[in-house]
Structures are given as C-alpha cells and as structure tokens.
C-alpha cells in the first residue's frame, strides 16, 4: 500500500513519507462487506484500526439487551482506540454499514505511535474530543427539541458527514434504515416512519429501502432550529 494514501488524513499528515511507510509495514488490511462486525462491545482491546474507505456504524447494547446505534464514522478516521480513553476493552461494537476497508495494527504499538510520531496524539484525541462532543449535543437534543428537530439535525448530520449529490438531492452514502434513525434520535421506529412519508410528500426527502436522499436541505435546516 502506497504512502500517499495515508498522508493526507489528520493523524499522519506531519509524517515524513519513511515515517508513514514505517506506519504501513506494521498494518494489516482487510476489505469487509455490508454488516460485518469488526470488533463487538467488551472484547478485549487487541487492535485499532483506521478506515479507508466506507462507513462503520458504533452500536452499543442497552441494559434490556437491544443494540443501538449511537454514531456512524466516516472514511478517513480512526475507530477502535480504546487505549485513547483507557480502556482495556472496546466500549461499544463496530460494524460495517457499508462495504469498508481498513487498516489495523497492534494495540501494543499504540503508545510507541503517540510518542514517536508528531500529530497523531493531538489528531487522535481531537477526535475523541469530537466524538463526545456530538454524543453530549444528542443527548441535549432528546432533553430539549421536539422529534421533528431532532430527526431533521440527524439526518442533516449523516449528509454533512458522508452525503453524495446526486440528481435528487444528497444521498447519505450508506445503507441506512429507518430504525436506525429511530436509534439515533431516541424515538420510535413508527414516528420515524411517520414523519420521513410525510416529508418525502412534501419534497424535503425521499426514503426508499435502506437509502435517504435530502432533497432540500435548507428547508431541513430550518426544521431543525438552526
């Protein structure tokens, strides 16, 4: 795998090329499909990974036993660093939403890869950072806004993240269903349904099997409360 690949992503993108080949002859690569778990919630931590391409839903399972999505994350990022929060064990599953392909290394080369290489501390824990942060505004958004707003910032969050125009609009980029959007707001699969029909009447989306396209985002925006 050539160097340029990883170059450009946050982690890596103060490397020198001989440093990121370095990176690279310790990775393995695996291409997996639609569905697949990567890694599932309490396994022991052996591995991170970054994903080069396709998206990885985070599910976690709910004292009553239910699994539920609580994010998606998008090419170019990495997932699985439970050494960045002190963990032993992986705090929730990841699973392919779409065909993805990745790289893994060791987890016993983690803290060699924070002290010898510039950036990737700061970048990976950024994105830790990030990622609590967006949890912190879900859980703001279920304590504070009506369902209508907070399916529209879920939906308009997936676009910001992995959208794809297309001639109807903005397609979320992978296979997506309704009950994950109900998982994702904190609310039933049938107001979700409810609502996504209503829209698609009204041209703000369109929702068929496993695929969202917003076809106008500005009006979803504006539902939202932004």
Same mark, same amino acid.
């Given at each position: 795998?050539?160097?340029?690949?990883?170059?450009?992503?946050?982690?890596?993108?103060?490397?020198?090329?001989?440093?990121?080949?370095?990176?690279?002859?310790?990775?393995?690569?695996?291409?997996?499909?639609?569905?697949?778990?990567?890694?599932?919630?309490?396994?022991?931590?052996?591995?991170?990974?970054?994903?080069?391409?396709?998206?990885?839903?985070?599910?976690?399972?709910?004292?009553?036993?239910?699994?539920?999505?609580?994010?998606?994350?998008?090419?170019?990022?990495?997932?699985?660093?439970?050494?960045?929060?002190?963990?032993?064990?992986?705090?929730?599953?990841?699973?392919?939403?779409?065909?993805?392909?990745?790289?893994?290394?060791?987890?016993?080369?983690?803290?060699?890869?924070?002290?010898?290489?510039?950036?990737?501390?700061?970048?990976?824990?950024?994105?830790?950072?990030?990622?609590?942060?967006?949890?912190?505004?879900?859980?703001?958004?279920?304590? @504070?806004? =009506?369902?209508?707003? $907070?399916?529209?910032? %879920?939906?308009?969050?997936?676009?910001?993240? #992995?959208? +794809? *125009?297309?001639?109807?609009?903005?397609?979320?980029?992978?296979?997506?269903?309704?009950?994950?959007?109900?998982?994702?707001?904190?609310? @039933?699969? =049938?107001?979700?349904? $409810?609502?996504?029909? %209503?829209?698609?009447?009204?041209?703000?989306? #369109?929702? +068929? *099997?496993?695929?969202?396209?917003?076809?106008?985002?500005?009006?979803?925006?504006?539902?939202?409360?932004?």
């Amino acid at each position: 795998m050539d160097e340029s690949l990883l170059a450009p992503l946050p982690p890596f993108s103060l490397l020198k090329r001989e440093q990121i080949r370095a990176i690279l002859d310790h990775a393995v690569s695996r291409r997996a499909d639609v569905g697949i778990t990567v890694f599932n919630e309490g396994d022991a931590a052996e591995r991170f990974f970054l994903l080069l391409d396709g998206t990885i839903r985070v599910a976690k399972v709910t004292p009553d036993g239910e699994q539920v999505t609580s994010l998606h994350i998008p090419a170019g990022q990495l997932f699985g660093i439970a050494p960045a929060l002190g963990r032993d064990a992986y705090p929730a599953s990841a699973i392919s939403a779409s065909e993805v392909l990745f790289l893994s290394w060791p987890v016993s080369l983690w803290h060699s890869f924070i002290a010898d290489y510039p950036g990737f501390a700061t970048e990976t824990y950024k994105t830790v950072g990030e990622r609590v942060a967006e949890m912190n505004t879900r859980i703001m958004e279920m304590s @504070t806004q =009506h369902v209508e707003q $907070r399916i529209a910032r %879920a939906l308009l969050r997936l676009v910001k993240q #992995s959208g +794809k *125009r297309t001639d109807e609009g903005i397609e979320i980029s992978f296979p997506i269903t309704r009950q994950d959007v109900s998982e994702m707001t904190g609310t @039933t699969l =049938h107001t979700v349904s $409810r609502l996504l029909s %209503a829209w698609e009447k009204d041209g703000l989306v #369109s929702s +068929k *099997r496993k695929k969202i396209v917003v076809c106008d985002a500005h009006r979803l925006v504006v539902l939202g409360g932004a």
